[in-house]
């Protein structure tokens, strides 16, 4: 027995020893110290810059701003209607009139120029009570309703970069255990090598080795991709310049203190008085109702009072006419009625009223889009609690198994298969428990994003 040790040791090169790396969990947990930096971002710091970063929040923003101008102009509509006119008129030449009048003659003159400006105010009295208060108040619905619709989408975009920092993050602790996995392939080819060459293992044992290794190397290289596309996306999505470094200041390693998730009923009715999607079509319904009640105003006479002011040359009221500005004034109250409008403000009112119940469908849809949302949401939180105790638990069982199977195979009691089988298993479960702590962050986020809590 002490002979056939020697004669292994012998076939094993002193730097394939030295080379070998080390596979105990606290060389792992130090080379995972150096993804995380104190500095660096978090998801919720990547959330808050691209709920500001984010193109469709400009977008939002500007058809908020739009909103909020059509209530300055509707709140436009109380002011009474003021208008001014100035005319000059060039009249053709006509003889004056000559009229006898017994002993004496009256002339009547026609000036051939004629100045005149006027000056008049028009109160719509009926559209106080009835048509403006329902305007104004339509308008102010619909600015609420984008203010809602940005929200929502600010917490939509906010919710999408906390999964895709995970997502990034997940992508960087893959690279480092597949290269960990991949040196120890390596390691473990050079002493199959080794073997072989004294015929102590078979080629088959090699070839099988390499294959190994050829998988490792092609799970770095996906790995790697996968964390170049989510650094792109996230950079995108905050808006984070080519020259900006971005560094991991979330330590998933940490244990979070889970509370019991609260049954679904309780939660769903949160997230329904909460969510700013739901916020937005209800002020989105007041708005049409009202619309619809401004229309109203068409359907009765209106009833305006007027005045004006004329200073003229001549002015057309004064008799005779005299060729000198005199300044006359009117006022009165008007009722006035326009068939055509009332008819048409009837089929304005039946679209409205058909607007307002496809929000009502929608809102109908959307309840139980976010009853199911949080549903799957509780129950990735609870899948993720679980799988933090028993991915720690194979974590556990891999190191030992590997740590037996390593001595076992420099004692010549372990066949190749089941080393590489023990490393393949190692490097997995280190992947499956940094994976649960992911998968735990990202339910707790879609939680608090399902019931509104991140809104």
């Known amino acids: 027995m002490k002979t056939r040790w020697w004669l292994f040791a012998m076939c094993i090169p002193a730097s394939a020893a030295l080379a070998a790396p080390k596979t105990d969990r606290k060389s792992f947990e130090a080379e995972l110290d150096q993804v995380f930096a104190d500095e660096g971002l978090t998801a919720s710091a990547a959330a808050s810059r691209a709920s500001k970063a984010a193109p469709i929040i400009a977008r939002k923003a500007a058809s908020k701003e739009a909103a909020s101008a059509d209530v300055s102009r509707a709140k436009l509509s109380l002011l009474p209607v003021i208008a001014g006119k100035a005319t000059y008129t060039r009249l053709s030449p006509l003889d004056d009139v000559m009229i006898p009048l017994g002993p004496m003659t009256f002339v009547i003159p026609f000036f051939e120029n004629s100045y005149a400006a006027t000056a008049q105010i028009q109160v719509n009295i009926s559209d106080y009570f009835v048509r403006d208060p329902a305007l104004i108040g339509g308008a102010g619905h619909a600015l609420d309703a984008a203010t809602h619709d940005m929200a929502a989408t600010a917490a939509a975009i906010g919710q999408q970069a906390r999964e895709i920092y995970y997502e990034w993050l997940r992508a960087k602790l893959q690279i480092i255990v597949a290269k960990r996995q991949l040196a120890q392939v390596e390691t473990t080819r050079t002493q199959i090598k080794a073997l072989v060459d004294v015929q102590r293992a078979s ?79 209800n002020t989105g319904i007041k708005a049409k109702e009202s619309q619809r009640r401004s229309e109203a105003s068409t359907l009765v006479p209106k009833i305006s009072a007027f005045a004006s002011v004329d200073y003229a040359k001549p002015n057309p009221r004064v008799f005779p006419s005299e060729n000198e500005f005199r300044m006359t004034w009117a006022a009165g109250v008007q009722a006035s009625w326009v068939i055509n409008e009332s008819l048409a403000a009837n089929q304005t009112r039946n679209r409205h009223d058909a607007e307002a119940a496809e929000l009502r469908a929608d809102k109908k849809g959307l309840q139980h889009q976010v009853r199911l949302e949080v549903l799957r949401a509780i129950q990735g939180v609870r899948l993720a609690k679980r799988n933090i105790g028993t991915t720690q638990q194979g974590v556990d069982a891999a190191e030992e198994s590997y740590r037996v ?51």
Do not use: C, H, P, W
């Open 203 to 281: 080629t088959a044992d090699l070839a099988r080795i390499e294959s190994q290794q050829a998988q490792a190397r092609q799970l770095v290289d996906r790995f790697d991709s996968a964390m170049i596309v989510r650094e792109e996306q996230l950079r995108l999505l905050i808006g984070a310049g080519a020259d900006e470094e971005l560094a991991v200041g979330e330590d998933v390693r940490e244990d979070l203190e889970v509370s019991e998730v609260e049954d679904l009923d309780e939660l769903s009715e949160k997230a329904l008085a909460k969510r700013n999607e739901l916020k937005a079509i």
């Open 405 to 455: 199977r390593k001595d076992l195979f420099g004692a010549g009691r372990a066949s190749v298969v089941e080393m590489v089988d023990a490393e393949t298993e190692l490097s997995r479960s280190r992947i499956a428990s940094l994976d649960a702590r992911i998968d735990l962050r990202i339910a707790l986020a879609r939680l608090a994003y399902a019931t509104g809590e991140k809104s």
